[in-house]
């Protein structure tokens, strides 16, 4: 049985999936693949099937409608927790998070590290092809997360992922009712506030080539409210609070 279970969440992803599929068996062949398909009207989901089909590493977890993305991942948490896995993996079927990236953190979460970050913002990463204001959100986002939650985590909203197991355990993933960018930042934060080992490994991020980004102004707006009233109330209700493990993690 494989270690480590890679969720894929997907809307609309018909014309990259079975590339960035064919690229995560490549890079990572003893991984098993689930993709988590909310009912794409392009047909991404029988695509899916037909992918399971042909290879028995992946599989097509189908929602009955879209439900956001922290839903997806939870939903495939669950999998991962039922099928007995070590490591899970969160990554875009979009091609912005490079397979290759992932022996690397899967060994970082191997070393110890209860959250391994792809991250575009420590010495080593960058991102490829986004416009000003895009950088300029991400960036702003990821400094006021850090102010507002006292965070050492250089990029809490990044989306590509290593978590080990145990460590999701340690969460009452039912508490978590976020979406999109602030889904990430409040799993990370959870896990960095309870004392949780975190390591963030430079990536490439190259923006999506296919398809549109899922991104828009109320996933923003979202994230920005609910940092803020996270902010406070921890300022209120004092936890203890882990240090982000930087050996071997390029970061600064």
Known sequence: MADT???VPTYNEIDGLERIMARIRSAVPDADVLIVDDSSPDGTGELGDRLAAADPAIRVLHRAGKDGLGQAYLAGFEVARSGGYLFVVEMDADGSHDPESLPAMIALAADGADLVIGSRW???GSVVNWPRMRKAISRTGNWYSGVMLRSRIRD??????????????DLDLHAISSQGYCFQVE??????RTGHRIAEHPITFVERET???KMHTGI???ALLRVTAW???????PQKKGN???SGAGSN
Not at 159 to 168: P, S
Not at 231 to 237: H, Q, W
Request: charge should be positive.
């Open 122 to 124: 420590v010495d080593g």
């Open 156 to 169: 809490i909203t990044a989306g590509f992922r290593v978590f080990r197991a145990g460590a999701l355990r």
């Open 231 to 237: 902010g406070i109330a921890a300022t209120l209700r």
């Open 5 to 7: 279970l890679i969720i």
């Open 220 to 222: 923003v707006v979202e």
């Open 187 to 192: 799993m990370a934060w959870r896990l960095e």
């Open 211 to 213: 398809g549109q980004s």
């Open 244 to 246: 982000p493990d930087r």
